[in-house]
């Protein structure tokens, strides 16, 4: 068929001739637009997504200043209940401060070198220290609660207790409460890199 025939056939029926031109087009322009309509739906969903959670957040915004606030405020207790590991005197003060306060007599005090963290950029950092108190069971006792409600997290790994004078010794008659103690602890306080 030539040229000169199709267009005859096109005259003689114009109405199924305009049909398959407008199928053959809008074929090509749903071949074509395929990708916009994925990109398209793909924009859909992302909109939903920010809509929903600004319809979330909306909802959830009253009182959101005062959480805030709660929060900077929490933050800032935290902070202050840390130690610096670079201030050996002030954490050393610390337990000065809890021998007087509970009556024991602090026999050593160290801080050892501080256990780095895997992390690239740690936010916290542990303090370990050997601390050896003596004292009577309530007073060394009244020192571990000190230290456990104490100003600084503290988490006890060791601890060991043992008369004064040995394994031998003789109690001279006092009652249990009156007789002396040491207790050597092992011991890491929460700190800030």
């Not at 030539?2 to 199924?16: M, N, V």
């Not at 959480?67 to 202050?80: F, I, N, P, Y």
């Not at 021998?99 to 780095?116: F, I, M």
């Amino acid at each position: 068929m030539t040229g000169a025939d199709l267009i005859a056939l096109a005259r003689k029926h114009p109405i199924s001739t305009a049909c398959v031109l407008v199928i053959v087009v809008c074929g090509l322009l749903a071949y074509f637009r395929l990708d916009v309509i994925e990109a398209s739906q793909a924009e859909y969903e992302t909109k939903s997504g920010e809509a929903a959670k600004t319809i979330a957040n909306v909802k959830n915004a009253p009182g959101l200043e005062d959480q805030v606030a709660e929060l900077q405020r929490l933050g800032k207790e935290l902070d202050s209940r840390l130690i610096k590991v670079d201030q050996l005197a002030v954490n050393l003060q610390y337990f000065y401060r809890l021998e007087t306060e509970n009556g024991v007599k602090l026999l050593d005090v160290r801080q050892n070198a501080p256990v780095r963290a895997r992390t690239a950029k740690p936010n916290f950092t542990v303090v370990p220290f050997s601390v050896t108190v003596q004292g009577s069971y309530a007073q060394v006792m009244k020192f571990l609660g000190a230290l456990q409600t104490g100003r600084h997290f503290c988490r006890v790994a060791n601890a060991t207790f043992s008369k004064v004078g040995g394994i031998g010794s003789t109690d001279n008659g006092l009652s249990p409460d009156a007789q002396e103690l040491n207790l050597s602890l092992s011991l890491e306080l929460l700190g800030q890199p």
